[in-house]
């Protein structure tokens, strides 16, 4: 029986996000636009009514769940809600536990996170005008995302059609609204390093060495606290982006 697809795609973004290399998404993969599904929901309801999408999207299907950034914590959140399933689980530039918040500072958008762990208010003011900025002005934010690229994705950035596909990825993520985004990050940064442990399923992890955004010791970290076995795929060289153009295409078209 063929094994469903589920892509969860990172923060900030969208469904578009796997445009960002020039092609889609095969057409038996399911992925989901939490902005438009889930936007009114309190978090536990946000991670509950995904769970039972997936269930029944897979119809007693065998489930791949790809979580890429902060979609790879999504990924083991909804593994957690799904302990029966037949799943595999693939994390590429995971975004993993923060612990006591000292990676923050080595870590692009690391003062973003920090905000939402001290301050919600202010973290919620600062993504209203995100949200401003990616509907009205999305090259903006590009700009300030593609300041921050570590190793080969500084390349990446640089391309031009790639820079217009992020555009309309932060257009259609953040530039609808920015209540998922703040909820899944406020969930994020709070304390589930203990979770992950009792994850049965497998679990592949991709990252990049050269990864600002989830760096090697924010991957590390994860990986500590996953059950041993976890096969892991490391790429020198690679940044945020480049390990997920990397992941993409390792996938049957």
């Known amino acids: 029986m063929d094994r469903l697809t589920v892509y969860l795609h990172g923060q900030p973004g969208s469904p578009a996000e796997l445009r960002l290399f ?5 057409a038996d993969w399911w992925v989901p636009d ?3 599904d889930c936007a009114g929901d309190a978090a536990a309801q946000h ?3 995904l769970a039972r999408a997936v269930r029944q999207r897979a119809a007693g299907r065998p489930v791949r769940l790809a979580g890429f950034s902060l979609g790879g914590w999504l990924a083991l959140e909804l593994a957690a809600r799904l302990p029966d399933l037949d799943l595999v689980i693939e994390l590429i530039s ?3 536990p923060l612990g006591d918040g000292a990676v923050l500072a080595r870590m692009a958008g690391g003062a973003v996170f920090g905000l939402a762990r001290r301050a919600p208010r202010a973290f919620a003011g600062l993504t209203m005008a995100q949200g401003l900025i990616a509907r009205l002005a999305p090259a903006v934010l590009v700009a300030a995302l593609g300041g921050s690229a570590g190793g080969a994705d500084r390349a990446l950035w640089q391309q031009p059609g790639f820079r217009t596909a992020m555009a309309d990825n932060l ?3 953040m530039g609808r609204g920015t209540a998922v985004y703040r909820r899944e990050i406020g969930a ?4 589930w390093a203990a979770g992950p442990g009792a994850i049965a399923h497998p679990v592949r992890v991709w990252h990049g ?5 989830a760096p090697p010791e924010l991957v590390e970290a994860l990986i500590a606290a996953l059950p041993a076995g976890v096969e892991r795929v490391m790429l020198p060289g690679a940044g945020h982006y480049a390990t997920l153009a990397a ?3 390792q996938q049957q078209p």
């Open 188 to 191: 994020y940064v709070g304390d």
């Open 247 to 249: 992941w993409l295409g």
């Open 94 to 96: 995971p975004a993993g």
């Open 171 to 173: 257009r259609a993520g």
């Open 47 to 49: 991670l509950d009514r």
């Open 34 to 36: 939490r902005q438009r």
């Open 22 to 26: 020039g092609g889609a998404a095969p």
């Open 209 to 213: 060495a050269a990864d600002s955004w």
